[in-house]
């Protein structure tokens, strides 16, 4: 669902990745954007991606208050990923 919902946004337009810093694992820590569409929002929105807080604090302010605020209208909706009683983030998945 997630990887449909991104392809109907982005395959066949523009993207750029605005970034600036790697991760340890030296993955680009950045932003999609689509003819200036912010992806990673939609993708939150829509309930088919997490706000992952651990980097908030290297976001822009507006980006990590709009990610907030997405994630919770999504949780509180039940949409996409939020459906499942049984939800575990991926970042507690991983450490099982």
Do not use: C
């Amino acid at each position: 669902m997630s990887k449909q919902h991104l392809a109907e946004l982005a395959f066949g337009r523009d993207v750029t990745v605005q970034w600036d810093k790697r991760d340890r694992y030296q993955r680009i820590l950045g932003k999609v954007l689509v003819d200036r569409v912010d992806a990673n929002l939609e993708q939150i929105r829509a309930g088919l991606a997490w706000h992952y807080k651990h980097y908030a604090r290297d976001q822009q302010p507006t980006d990590r208050i709009l990610y907030a605020e997405a994630e919770e209208a999504a949780s509180h909706s039940g949409v996409g990923l939020w459906r499942d009683p049984a939800l575990i983030p991926p970042w507690d998945f991983r450490r099982k």
